[in-house]
């Protein structure tokens, strides 16, 4: 392997060649997109809506502005275009300088001046690395110093000229030259610093409290917003809309099963070791059906959102709920149960923000209630109109009555219910007959579906329910 240039002189030997922050981009992702491999790891469900118009956007040369909802991935796909950095660039390797310069097309006075006055041989170069050249910054509590700069008072006070660049604090975006920044939630960012981006994505320069210091930036600029802001009249001057070259709209998963495999590979679980989980498909999909149910509720506030995060911690609180059961219990595997569902309280309040007109006098723990109670409905009507559940239905009606609980054990269920229809196998894709838990998991299901349905009654006593005819 060829060892690195480390002066001026062995670089151009070497016959490297300055590229911009979107040259380097767009080659890089040319190459990638030619092998034909994934572009975009983990992210889920945006492959035939969000990634091509990414990546036009990057083959244009375009900043780009992400506008969703909380919890569609904005902030991560702002930081996956690092991948498309080349891992390592040189810079002038100035003592005290934040700015990684080109050192081909210096851009502060230092830099210029080294080149001028030394030999190509005595100027040193070091290299910067593909995962230090992203900066992100969120917009609320941002001044105009944190991101452009300001002059310092105390170079001023060791008699430096503040006509000078000697003078100046960079702000984030000087520092990024030659990489990106990336600003979430623009539309609460200070209409002045607002105005200050005027230069950057136009001219590419910056412009420091008017005074004569000019920088040629070379840095692609990245927005993320919430549509609820950004539509706002006034938020974001139509000015600095006006300058950023794409936008690109992220959504919530368009399928339920999209949604499930996003929330399995953020929740990161391991459902093996010493006490394993066995998570039947059904408990799945009705985590992630009560996010879609909450997304629709008129009790929930649309503009708001309800984010994958919701998803994810349910999914978390319904796994450690069935462990705790399994460890207490020494059931091996341990299977969730809808009455694990109970503890979503405490994963989900905080997470939904009520409509005011709709909810009412609902408080946001009954919303809760009644979202639940909603996606069980769903997904166990889905279950009855594709297998047909006349049989498990049938044995309520002669009479059984059930008590559940996340804390009762699975034995108690296999004991009321001797005769297990042949129609649960078929259904629920397990041998329900030989796992006493995942046939109470297939029993609390079927109840809370017949019960959602109207076709059972349920009560509460001491913390567990009990549904009969």
Request: net charge negative; hydrophobic share 40%; charged share 25%.
């Amino acid at each position: 392997m060829t060892p690195l240039p480390r002066t001026l002189q062995e670089l151009r030997d070497q016959g490297w060649q300055s590229k911009s922050v979107k040259e380097e981009i767009r080659t890089n992702f040319l190459a990638k997109l030619r092998g034909g491999g994934d572009l975009f790891p983990g992210i889920i469900g945006y492959e035939n809506t969000v990634i091509p118009e990414v990546s036009i956007a990057l083959l244009s040369g375009h900043d780009m502005l992400f506008l969703g909802e909380k919890g569609q991935a904005k902030s991560r796909l702002m930081r996956s275009l690092v991948q498309f950095l080349d891992p390592e660039i040189p810079y002038l390797d100035i003592p005290g300088s934040p700015v990684h310069e080109d050192p081909f097309h210096p851009i502060t006075k230092a830099g210029k001046t080294l080149i001028a006055n030394s030999d190509p041989k005595e100027i040193p170069i070091a290299w910067w690395k593909r995962e230090d050249r992203y900066a992100e910054r969120l917009a609320p509590g941002t001044k105009f110093a944190d991101i452009v700069g300001e002059i310092d008072p105390a170079k001023l006070a060791m008699g430096t000229s503040m006509a000078t660049e000697d003078a100046l604090h960079f702000g984030l975006i000087p520092r990024m030259h030659r990489g990106i920044f990336a600003m979430n939630e623009v539309p609460e960012l200070d209409e002045l610093i607002q105005v200050g981006l005027f230069n950057i994505l136009e001219e590419r320069d910056v412009q420091i409290r008017g005074y004569p210091i000019n920088f040629d930036i070379d840095v692609l600029v990245l927005f993320s917003a919430n549509p609820s802001t950004y539509n706002r009249s006034g938020k974001v001057i139509p000015q600095l809309k006006d300058r950023i070259g794409s936008l690109i709209q992220t959504h919530y998963p368009l399928e339920r099963a999209l949604g499930i495999e996003i929330m399995e590979q953020e929740a990161s679980l391991d459902l093996g070791g010493e006490f394993p989980v066995t998570v039947p498909y059904f408990m799945r999909e009705i985590i992630e059906q009560i996010s879609v149910c909450a997304r629709k509720s008129k009790y929930v506030d649309h503009a708001s959102g309800v984010s994958a995060r919701f998803s994810i911690a349910n999914y978390r609180t319904m796994v450690s709920s069935a462990r705790h059961r399994g460890v207490r219990l020494g059931e091996v595997p341990a299977v969730p149960r809808i009455s694990d569902l109970g503890h979503l309280t405490t994963s989900s309040l905080g997470k939904l923000e009520l409509d005011m007109m709709g909810s009412q006098q609902m408080s946001e723990k009954q919303v809760l209630e009644a979202i639940i109670a909603e996606a069980v409905r769903i997904v166990f009507n889905e279950y009855v109109d594709k297998h047909g559940l006349d049989e498990i239905a049938d044995i309520f009606a002669k009479g059984v009555k059930l008590e559940v609980g996340d804390m009762l054990p699975s034995k108690a269920y296999a004991d009321r219910m001797k005769r297990v229809p042949k129609a649960w196998d078929k259904a629920f894709e397990v041998n329900n007959s030989s796992n006493e838990a995942m046939r109470a998991s297939c029993v609390e299901f079927v109840l809370a579906g017949l019960y959602a349905s109207d076709r059972i009654s349920r009560s509460t006593k001491h913390g567990r329910m009990i549904y009969e005819l």
